[in-house]
């Protein structure tokens, strides 16, 4: 059994930091009530992280080839326990948000280096078990995130979802070090801190404009000024990476359209399928009066439904082109969300049952066959960083979706609350709605409790419609772009399997 103590290091680390993208979710109405938060401040909370992740993933994999993937490791299990402690203490929504952005950062040194540390412990048989068992716990924690939120936020505090990754790290660090080998890439030059500074400061500056446009609008200077910045770093970053002899992300890949489609279907199922998860969480608690379990278990037919499917795909649809299981997972996601779009005033969470399960079958469909398909897509020298590009896009599109169904969604409960309804000051209105307070308006003003619950509605109505056009757009595009063979051209033959590179 010690040979799987590193396996055992690795896996903990993992779920850990993919637990807390989605353990949050269920625990927001809790924490705006205790630290006066704004709806920005709940987006920020979330986003902070996905966006820390996706930003420092690459750099991150680069430093560990350098320097070492176990200290890299380490340290970034050290930073996420330290921010977690930090966050549990928060006394302000600032605070918490700060400490998030922490959290994420040791995360992506974690991410970046657990493949990279199981393909330097395992070979043969055994690496194949292993990257196995680490895939299966990847599902476990989004599976177990809201369920395992809920329950600590009701039965101890909205803080403990923090706590509890303190004694997990421990236990973590000290295996680690004990079974652990380090190990380095001894051809590994330095990190492109030009390019990751670039393009965090494009996709901040993007994801910070689209949080903000609720309240300074479409046209506003500085709803302008930040996608005029956006684009201005995004096009820093290409100019840096065309020119860099070691660029943190190889533009040429994206002459393959293979890997364009698959870099698409990433970005846009984490937007699809997830990002309406906070909005809906929301709803069941402040308008529906559910409390965090039940709102945790209310999720469960996303997460069954997407572990199951996955365990099947794995072992009947091997041998399918990744277009049609990535394709069609990806059309089966926008089609739950569609399924989820006719909710109501009237509607109770057995209206959500249906679509979150077909929902759950696309996911459990598509990202299975995600990594094995982009590693296909590249030549077999830049199959780690093609891993770490996608699973940036992934954490990108969350952090985006975010935002942008976010606009939606408040956007929605403005048109509601301005027509037809006698709502002496719908802008203030929509806020605390926004802000889980559904139920302290209602009380303050019981003739509200209408028009409260069909703004909401009007709100997830929206969010569900935009969720399901990025899902089918994501399926067509897979259907048109990936190919197979997928090699780019003059690049030599495809890579079979992922290499044991920074991811």
Same mark, same amino acid.
């Given at each position: 059994?010690?040979?799987?103590?590193?396996?055992?290091?690795?896996?903990?680390?993992?779920?850990?930091?993919?637990? %807390?993208?989605? /353990?949050?979710?269920?625990?927001?109405? %809790?924490?705006?009530?205790?630290?006066?938060?704004t709806?920005?401040d709940?987006?920020?909370?979330? %986003?902070? *992280?996905?966006?820390a992740?996706a930003?420092?993933? $690459?750099?991150?994999?680069?430093?560990?080839?350098?320097?070492?993937?176990?200290?890299? *490791?380490?340290?970034?299990?050290?930073l996420?326990?330290v921010?977690?402690?930090?966050?549990?203490?928060?006394?302000?929504?600032?605070?918490?948000?700060?400490?998030?952005?922490?959290?994420?950062?040791?995360?992506?040194?974690?991410?970046?280096?657990?493949m990279?540390?199981?393909?330097g412990? *395992?070979?043969?048989?055994d690496?194949?078990?292993?990257?196995?068992?680490?895939?299966?716990?990847?599902?476990?924690?989004?599976?177990?995130?809201?369920?395992?939120?809920?329950?600590?936020?009701?039965?101890?505090?909205?803080?403990?979802?923090?706590?509890?990754?303190?004694?997990?790290?421990?236990?973590?660090?000290?295996?680690?070090?004990?079974?652990?080998?380090?190990?380095?890439?001894?051809?590994?030059?330095?990190?492109?801190?030009?390019?990751?500074?670039?393009?965090?400061?494009?996709? +901040? =500056?993007?994801?910070?404009?689209? /949080?903000?446009?609720? %309240?300074?609008?479409?046209?506003?200077?500085?709803?302008?000024?930040?996608?005029?910045?956006?684009? #201005?770093?995004?096009?820093?970053?290409?100019?840096?990476?065309?020119?860099?002899?070691?660029?943190?992300?190889?533009?040429?890949?994206?002459?393959s359209?293979?890997?364009?489609?698959?870099m698409?279907?990433?970005?846009?199922?984490?937007?699809?399928?997830?990002?309406?998860?906070?909005?809906?969480?929301?709803?069941?608690?402040?308008?529906?009066?559910?409390?965090?379990?039940? =709102?945790?278990?209310?999720?469960?037919?996303?997460?069954?439904?997407?572990?199951?499917?996955?365990?099947?795909?794995?072992?009947?649809?091997?041998?399918?082109?990744?277009?049609?299981? /990535?394709?069609?997972?990806?059309?089966?996601?926008? @089609?739950?969300? $569609?399924?989820l779009?006719?909710?109501?005033?009237?509607?109770?969470?057995? @209206?959500?049952?249906?679509?979150?399960?077909v929902? +759950?079958?696309g996911?459990?469909?598509?990202?299975?066959?995600?990594?094995?398909?982009?590693?296909? @897509?590249?030549?077999?020298?830049?199959?780690?960083?093609?891993?770490?590009?996608?699973?940036?896009?992934?954490?990108?599109?969350?952090?985006?979706?975010?935002?942008? #169904?976010?606009?939606?969604?408040?956007?929605?409960?403005?048109?509601?609350?301005?027509?037809?309804?006698?709502?002496p000051?719908?802008?203030?209105? =929509?806020d =605390?709605?926004?802000?889980?307070?559904? +139920?302290?308006? /209602?009380?303050?003003?019981?003739?509200?409790?209408?028009?409260?619950?069909?703004?909401?509605?009007?709100?997830?109505?929206?969010?569900?419609?935009?969720?399901?056009?990025?899902?089918?757009?994501?399926? #067509?595009?897979?259907?048109?772009?990936?190919?197979?063979?997928?090699?780019? @051209?003059g690049?030599?033959?495809?890579?079979?399997?992922?290499?044991?590179?920074?991811?």
């Amino acid at each position: 059994m010690r040979k799987w103590l590193p396996l055992t290091a690795v896996c903990l680390g993992a779920f850990m930091l993919l637990v %807390d993208v989605t /353990i949050v979710t269920v625990a927001l109405p %809790d924490m705006a009530t205790s630290l006066h938060t704004t709806f920005a401040d709940l987006q920020w909370v979330l %986003d902070i *992280y996905a966006l820390a992740l996706a930003a420092l993933l $690459l750099g991150a994999g680069s430093l560990a080839d350098r320097i070492g993937r176990r200290k890299v *490791y380490l340290g970034g299990l050290v930073l996420f326990a330290v921010a977690s402690l930090a966050c549990g203490l928060a006394t302000g929504p600032g605070m918490l948000i700060a400490f998030r952005g922490l959290q994420g950062i040791g995360g992506a040194a974690m991410f970046a280096t657990t493949m990279a540390l199981l393909s330097g412990a *395992y070979q043969g048989k055994d690496r194949g078990i292993a990257f196995g068992v680490w895939g299966a716990v990847n599902g476990a924690a989004a599976a177990a995130g809201p369920v395992l939120g809920g329950l600590l936020t009701e039965h101890l505090d909205w803080r403990w979802i923090f706590f509890v990754n303190l004694p997990v790290s421990v236990l973590a660090v000290v295996v680690t070090l004990r079974v652990v080998k380090e190990s380095r890439n001894p051809h590994a030059t330095g990190v492109d801190l030009p390019g990751m500074v670039t393009f965090t400061l494009a996709a +901040g =500056a993007l994801t910070y404009a689209l /949080i903000r446009v609720g %309240d300074n609008g479409w046209t506003s200077a500085t709803t302008l000024g930040l996608f005029a910045l956006s684009a #201005l770093s995004l096009l820093a970053f290409v100019l840096i990476e065309l020119r860099s002899a070691r660029p943190m992300l190889d533009l040429g890949l994206f002459r393959s359209p293979s890997f364009v489609g698959i870099m698409t279907g990433g970005l846009l199922l984490s937007g699809a399928a997830f990002s309406y998860l906070v909005y809906t969480s929301l709803w069941l608690q402040s308008v529906r009066g559910m409390g965090p379990v039940t =709102a945790g278990l209310t999720m469960l037919p996303m997460s069954i439904t997407a572990f199951a499917v996955s365990a099947v795909a794995g072992k009947k649809l091997h041998g399918v082109q990744p277009r049609y299981t /990535i394709g069609i997972g990806l059309l089966l996601i926008g @089609a739950g969300a $569609l399924l989820l779009a006719p909710v109501d005033s009237g509607s109770t969470w057995t @209206a959500l049952v249906l679509g979150l399960a077909v929902t +759950g079958a696309g996911v459990g469909l598509a990202t299975p066959a995600m990594a094995a398909a982009v590693m296909a @897509a590249v030549p077999q020298t830049r199959a780690g960083m093609a891993g770490g590009a996608l699973n940036t896009s992934r954490q990108l599109g969350n952090a985006l979706g975010i935002a942008v #169904l976010g606009a939606v969604f408040k956007a929605g409960l403005l048109d509601s609350l301005r027509s037809g309804h006698a709502v002496p000051d719908p802008q203030h209105t =929509a806020d =605390a709605l926004g802000s889980g307070r559904a +139920g302290a308006v /209602i009380a303050q003003a019981p003739a509200l409790e209408h028009p409260v619950h069909a703004a909401f509605a009007s709100g997830l109505q929206d969010t569900f419609l935009v969720s399901g056009a990025l899902g089918l757009i994501g399926g #067509l595009a897979v259907l048109a772009l990936v190919r197979r063979p997928a090699a780019p @051209a003059g690049h030599g033959t495809p890579a079979a399997s992922p290499a044991p590179a920074r991811v």
